[in-house]
């Protein structure tokens, strides 16, 4: 029976991977370090093939049959880098910056570079947004804003369908009735914002914090909420279907049954869930639930059925790896770094 490998994720800031890379490491695969600043750092012959390096700058950098296949480099500066023999191969490099550098023999094949551009939009700032909004302006639909921070402020009704507005903060933010539908929302925060009745169907959710939101009505669903952060938020009430969840956080939050069962089996194993709630079971102050970590979707109804009140999913993290099946005895049940390759 084939066994499916499972990638080691590391979430490693400038002077861990870099201190990695004095050591004698070159494979740094899979790791996610956003909005680093390796500037001026000689890391030739690095492989960051699938790496989520969002952000971060590369600014005449030594990058030398580097490699960053498949890697995730949206919003990523390597201007003035060197780049000779450095291979882009079908990463995404949408807003990544390569003025002042001559790629004349980095290999580019197959990379992304469109869908979440500025190409074509209306570029505005936050003053003017907050400005037009004063004014009765709800419509701001395929608008590029870079970096936005509304932290705090209330825009209830605003329609940002299909905009681009990634790494933005709209952290306490109101946004009853607002519309994110297609919007390119990635690395955006929306953590303690009230989202009543808001939309973001079919967004690019990518590394989003959704953490501690208020969440009632919310449409979420064919979103890509990859990797986001879903920490302490009741989601039972919003629609989440064919929304894709894989690698998600989702502790303390509450979720409903039937969205319990309509996450595909596959996706299941890639999330970290604490308090599902359902009518098999129901946590109060006094009691401790019964933790059952699961690393198949297969067996999950057998599971729920059998034990009850609450599960406890893990999630990529630090250095870690799947055991072949969970035991049906909660108690002999580790977490993914306790097991050897």
């Known amino acids: 029976m084939h ?12 002077d861990e991977l870099l201190a990695r890379y004095k050591d004698g490491e070159r494979n740094f695969s899979h790791c996610i370090c956003l ?20 952000g971060s700058s590369f600014a005449n950098a030594n990058l030398e049959g580097t490699s960053f296949v498949n890697a995730e480099l949206s919003l990523a500066s390597f201007k003035g880098a060197n780049l000779k ?5 079908l990463a995404v490099i949408s807003m990544a910056d390569f003025s002042g550098t001559d790629k004349s023999s980095a290999n580019f094949s197959g990379a992304i570079s469109t869908g979440s551009t500025d190409s074509g939009k209306e570029k505005l700032t936050v003053d003017a947004v907050l400005q037009a909004y004063s004014k009765g302006r709800r419509e701001f639909s395929g608008v590029f804003i870079a970096n936005a921070d509304f932290q705090g402020k209330k825009l209830q009704g605003i329609i940002f369908k299909g905009a681009v507005i990634q790494n933005s903060n709209f952290s306490w933010c109101d946004l009853t009735g607002a519309d994110f539908s297609k919007a390119d929302l990635m690395n955006a925060s929306f953590e303690g914002a009230t989202l009543r009745n808001t939309g973001f169907s079919r967004a690019y959710m990518y590394l989003s914090s959704i953490k501690n939101a208020h969440i009632d009505n919310t449409n979420f669903e ?13 989601i039972a009430s919003a629609k989440i279907s064919e929304a894709n969840l894989a690698w998600t956080i989702v502790d303390g939050s509450k979720l ?7 996450i595909a089996p596959g996706m299941l194993q890639t999330i970290k869930f604490l308090s599902v709630e359902g009518s098999t079971g129901k946590q109060t102050s006094t009691s401790k639930p019964k933790t059952v970590y699961l690393f198949s979707g297969d067996n999950a109804k057998e599971l729920y059925g059998a034990e009850g009140i ?3 999913y893990i999630h990529k993290a630090n250095d870690v790896y799947a055991p072949e099946k969970p035991y049906a005895d909660a108690s002999k049940n580790k977490k993914f770094g306790e097991y050897e390759r």
């Not at 023999?85 to 191969?89: A, E, G, I, L, V």
């Not at 064919?222 to 009741?234: E, F, K, P, Q, V």
């Not at 409903?256 to 309509?262: L, M, R």
């Open 3 to 14: 066994k499916e490998e499972i990638p080691v994720v590391r979430k490693l800031t400038k």
């Open 35 to 54: 909005n680093q600043d390796f500037s001026g750092t000689s890391l030739p012959g690095a492989n960051f093939g699938h790496a989520k390096l969002i």
């Open 85 to 89: 023999d450095t291979n882009f191969s």
């Open 222 to 234: 064919g979103a890509d909420l990859t990797w986001s952060d879903i920490t302490g938020a009741n």
């Open 256 to 262: 409903s049954e039937n969205q319990f069962f309509s």
């Open 310 to 312: 609450q599960f406890d």
